[in-house]
């Protein structure tokens, strides 16, 4: 069982879709059968053939299960290498793997996700999904910031995630420019104009780790419990499936208990003292 959860498949690039001047979307399909299902929130490990693995949550629909998305910002040693991709070259897929966000669990309630920079990228299956069963959940907000204009992914989309019905999308950037006509701050500045119950509400929470910890801080003065927030961890991986031992978070694997956290159960090995 360890053999065959170690082996990739064989897969293709067949588009690749620039999102910044840093990022882009790699559209990816398995030679030969199979499906690429998954659950929004999971993570592939994505091997580039003679370089080396990286684990990449999913950025595209849930609801394909023919091709799947990974949104790649080139800052490290492998996905630097992402920039020489191109359509037609062969990559290693393995997964998926971990927990996903409590889209199941939410059914019946309002859902908020806030997202800081790259971490829209694990969110936007969440905004798939909940527009495709849109009478399954309440009130939807989606909140997202990043550092300047140029660094908000997926702009194209926004038009079409503002018309989803009964959802509130609200952007900032830290640092605007000329061009620029909207909110300017840090993403927790949003939760001056959110409106939600936060008796009715189950927020989704992904972003640089010290975004998280501002963004939990504001949601618990704010009245939202913390067995309803749920975010998504990072660590060095290297197998993906809890044999290494490289991304241990407390009593924690990120591969194998996560990447997705109740942040009740994580609390105290979680910016405890800051909250």
């Not at 793997?97 to 694990?122: F, R």
């Not at 969110?123 to 300047?148: C, D, H, M, N, Q």
């Not at 989309?157 to 952007?171: P, Y």
Request: hydrophobic share 40%; with cysteine; net charge positive.
């Amino acid at each position: 069982m360890l053999k065959q959860e170690m082996c990739p498949r064989l897969a293709e690039v067949v588009d690749v879709i620039p999102e910044t001047y840093n990022t882009s979307t790699y559209r990816v399909k398995l030679v030969g059968p199979g499906s690429l299902e998954f659950m929004p929130g999971q993570f592939n490990m994505f091997y580039v053939l003679g370089v080396g693995e990286v684990p990449l949550s999913m950025s595209s629909d849930p609801a394909r299960s023919d091709y799947v998305d990974h949104t790649v910002r080139f800052v490290g040693s492998v996905t630097n290498v992402f920039k020489e991709l191109k359509r037609g070259d062969k990559v290693g897929l393995r997964g998926p793997y971990g927990s996903c966000w409590p889209l199941k669990e939410s059914t019946g309630m309002d859902v908020m996700i806030v997202g800081g920079g790259q971490g829209l990228a694990p969110l936007r299956p969440v905004i798939y999904w909940i527009s495709r069963k849109r009478s399954e959940y309440g009130r939807f907000s989606i909140l997202y910031g990043a550092r300047t204009p140029q660094d908000l992914l997926f702009q194209g989309e926004f038009d079409r995630w503002a018309d989803i019905s009964d959802t509130e999308f609200l952007v900032t950037v830290d640092k605007g420019d000329e061009k620029w006509k909207g909110l300017v701050g840090v993403v927790t500045t949003l939760f001056e104009y959110a409106k939600f119950d936060p008796q009715k509400i189950m927020a989704i929470v992904c972003g640089p780790e010290i975004m998280m910890i501002f963004t939990i801080r504001e949601l618990l003065k704010r009245g939202v419990s913390a067995d309803r927030i749920y975010l998504s961890m990072e660590r060095h991986m290297k197998c993906g499936i809890g044999t290494c031992g490289h991304c241990q978070f407390g009593p924690f694997f990120i591969c194998k208990d996560g990447p997705v956290f109740n942040y009740s159960r994580i609390q105290k090995f979680f910016g405890v003292k800051q909250l």
